[in-house]
């Protein structure tokens, strides 16, 4: 006999507290905030967060999920952005359903008024596609990002984003509570250098004077949002380096009636659709008695309560851990609505999750949005910020690990004056079967606080070189950063160098690869290096800078590196002598720089003659004309004494340092041969006709990567054809990136396939 422990927690309605509109709000963005949403009067904390961010200080609301935290940024930012015409403003953002969502209501407010239709909002991640991008650097005021792509995409061309950084005048940050340990830290600091970049671009060297934030002259102004906070005020000071944050926690949006119902799953015996009858009965707290000690898993148990509470006319988000989960629960979700007769019911339900084309996950969302689906099985993808409307219930698919993370996806359901209800479904964790037989450990205790430091050498190092590559750093400015010890240790290692007016990045002397590319020229098995398969792959440092002569260098020295490594082998292991070479091969039509390069490699002088660049019919030929004419003559004699006798020859000999270079280039190409060995390529992918435009592709392609993560691979490639726009679109949405590499097929008028791959 094993109890079945389930408590029921009732929180009573709260009644909404206004403030009232600003004086300075732009009237049209009123009028449309009325018409669009029918807000007729702010709520108290939506007020305050606006007037402080528009009286220039950096300001964090930290209210309960859906208490309209996204007016209190708007409100200003539109309104300054209406009323002068080269201002910008940047919204960051951790996912790209949040930043979609945000894109829509920003679209929405702006299309009916000349001045706020010119802001041009506009998106700006991966995937963005590549023929947009011009425009939008030079015509949107409203950019929607995310860190990797403000770190990758924009920091890393200050020039080209010299309008945006002029005319910056607010950054969003949304969902700032997620900004935390690692991650946090170096969110941290890429919005610090963002700041950085922004001040100095609107403060031109010998015209620097003192400003308001927000007016051009004293950089942008920050507004952050985050869930319910014990420390937000902290939190976004630490963020952004700055301690002057005004923290806006007073929440003033309604709630309706919330139900929260913690429960064990039920016995694996009971009957399949009890789960969510039993639930409805429940009023209080309370311990079942069930036969069998046999449990039903927490996917099972949550797709039967969501079964259930549709049934019942609850629409119904379910949250759980993984991927896999996901798929599982609304397909069983599905089948247990099919088997009760409500097939109708049955194809109203959907898996979101990371993944999925970006189509698609729009798809979704519009269609949870507006009622078109009735149930969602997802990951915590759609945990932050998107705007739904409309639910009556969340089941929560065990404790997502904290209580921030519960209580953001408790929040979307139920709005404003909505009653809603709430499952804690508890899984195998012991973590979770406390919470539900001790509730006040989850109901009382205050959320979280966000913990992170952007002082931590190994991750702060990286950011300031970074830094000094977009600008030098002045001495206030590593102050600022608080990185005096770790801007000595670059100096003495040499890559950053103490100049007049600050430090600037350097190369250190001595570095066999400054830029820390590794290429693999791979395309079948190479045994040199006890390869069982291989695939052309660039790889490189995340410090590391791709530029065009890093490229150029890192596959000339890769070209000889297999064959480096076997006479190493040979050298060390059969005491074989190599006094010197001939080389030949077309690589060598290029005159001495391979052949340096091959020296260097073999640390052996190599000779060239002029037909070294002729192929490999020259040398076929050579030994058939060596079968033919050789007269006994050994081989050696013969290409001496007939085949080179007149022939001009160079022979160059290794510089020790170069051959010192290369020796530890070779180390460093060892060390990577894990990621090429470790790399996965999907050689094929296809949906029936039949069966296409409806998402298969992207699943398809999503679970390959799983497979191919839980393979051990720490790399995915997959060739495709130039051209494809759609493929092109699927690949980009998954995540995978152009490498540069190409191939051309022997078929037909000749295909030509470009390489694509991505870090698993």
């Known amino acids: 006999m094993t109890p079945t422990y389930r408590t029921t927690i009732t929180q009573p309605p709260r009644p909404a507290v206004y403030g009232d509109w600003p004086t300075w709000a732009y009237p049209p963005l009123i009028t449309q905030l009325a018409d669009e949403y029918g807000i007729t009067r702010p709520y108290q904390h939506q007020s305050l967060t606006a007037t402080t961010a528009h009286d220039g200080r950096h300001v964090i609301v930290a209210t309960g999920t859906s208490s309209g935290k996204t007016l209190g940024y708007q409100l200003p930012t539109l309104t300054d952005l209406a009323r002068n015409p080269a201002a910008c403003a940047l919204y960051l953002t951790p996912t790209k359903a949040l930043g979609n969502d945000q894109l829509t209501a920003i679209l929405r407010l702006c299309r009916a008024d000349p001045a706020l239709a010119s802001i041009n909002p506009a998106p700006y991640d991966g995937d963005t596609p590549t023929e947009a991008r011009r425009t939008i650097r030079a015509t949107s005021r409203y950019l929607v990002t995310n860190p990797d792509m403000l770190h990758g995409g924009i920091l890393a061309y200050p020039d080209l984003w010299r309008r945006l950084l002029a005319n910056l005048r607010y950054v969003i940050v949304d969902e700032a509570h997620q900004y935390r340990g690692v991650f946090g830290a170096h969110v941290s600091l890429v919005l610090r250098r963002l700041l950085r970049l922004a001040r100095r671009t609107q403060q031109p060297r010998g015209n620097v004077r003192e400003g308001r934030r927000g007016d051009g002259v004293g950089g942008p102004v920050v507004i952050l949002a985050s869930a319910t906070s014990n420390n937000p005020a902290q939190h976004a000071a630490r963020l952004i380096g700055d301690l002057d944050v005004v923290a806006v926690t007073e929440d003033g949006s309604p709630r309706g009636r919330r139900t929260i119902i913690l429960t064990e799953t039920g016995p694996a015996d009971s009957p399949g659709g009890d789960a969510g009858e039993n639930l409805a009965a429940d009023t209080g707290r309370q311990a ?52 009760v007769g409500r097939p109708d019911l049955s194809a109203r339900v959907a898996a979101y999750r990371a993944g999925y084309l970006a189509a698609d996950r729009r798809r979704i969302e519009l269609a949870l949005d507006d009622g078109e689906l009735l149930g969602v099985a997802a990951t915590n993808a759609l945990e932050l910020g998107i705007d739904i409307g409309g639910l009556d219930a969340v089941i929560t698919a065990g404790f997502p690990g904290t209580l921030a993370s519960f209580w953001q996806q408790a929040g979307r359901a139920g709005r404003r004056n909505q009653a809603a209800t709430v499952v804690l479904i508890a899984s195998a964790d012991p973590l979770d079967a406390y919470l539900v ?15 992170f430091d952007p002082t931590n050498p190994h991750i702060l190092a990286g950011h300031v070189l970074c830094a000094a590559l977009e600008a030098p750093l002045t001495d206030r400015e590593v102050a600022w950063f608080r990185a005096g010890p770790v801007v000595d240790r670059l100096v003495t290692d040499g890559w950053l160098r103490r100049r007049p007016r600050g430090y600037y990045a350097a190369v250190p002397p001595g570095q066999p690869d400054p830029h820390r590319v590794v290429a693999f020229n791979f395309l079948s098995g190479e045994h040199l290096v006890g390869l069982a398969s291989g695939r052309p792959m660039v790889v490189r440092r995340p410090e590391s800078t791709l530029s065009l002569a890093a490229l150029m260098r890192a596959h000339l020295f890769a070209a000889f590196a297999s064959m480096a490594y076997g006479v190493r082998v040979l050298r060390a292991n059969a005491d074989v002598p190599i006094d010197s070479m001939f080389a030949h091969g077309g690589i060598f039509a290029t005159p001495e720089i391979p052949q340096r390069v091959l020296a260097a490699a073999f640390n052996t002088p190599v000779s060239v003659g002029a037909t070294a660049s002729e192929g490999g019919a020259w040398g076929m030929a050579l030994l058939a004309g060596y079968m033919l004419w050789a007269e006994g003559r050994p081989l050696e004699d013969y290409l001496s004494q007939v085949v080179f006798r007149d022939m001009e020859i160079l022979t160059i000999a290794p510089a020790p340092e170069q051959a010192e270079e290369y020796a530890r280039y070779l180390e460093t190409f060892m060390r990577a041969l894990p990621v090429e060995a470790a790399a996965a390529e999907v050689t094929a992918l296809g949906v029936a006709p039949d069966h296409q435009r409806r998402g298969h592709g992207s699943r398809l392609l999503a679970a390959a990567v799983d497979l191919a993560r839980d393979d051990g691979a720490a790399m995915l490639t997959v060739w495709a ?14 995540g995978l990136e152009p490498t540069g590499s190409h191939r051309a097929l022997p078929v037909g008028d000749g295909i030509t396939e470009d390489c694509w791959a991505a870090a698993l």
Do not use: C, N, Y
């Open 288 to 339: 079942d008695v069930h036969p069998g000690d046999r449990r039903r898993s927490v996917t099972t148990e949550a797709a039967l309560l969501m079964a259930d509470f549709l049934v019942e006319g609850a629409r119904t988000l379910v949250f759980t851990k993984s991927r896999a989960g996901a798929e599982l629960i609304a397909l069983r979700a599905q089948t247990e609505l099919a088997r």
């Open 437 to 451: 037989h001790h509730p006040d450990a989850l109901i009382s205790r205050p959320v979280e606080a966000a913990v």
């Open 721 to 734: 054809v130039r051209g494809d726009e759609s493929l092109a679109r699927l690949l980009a949405s998954a």
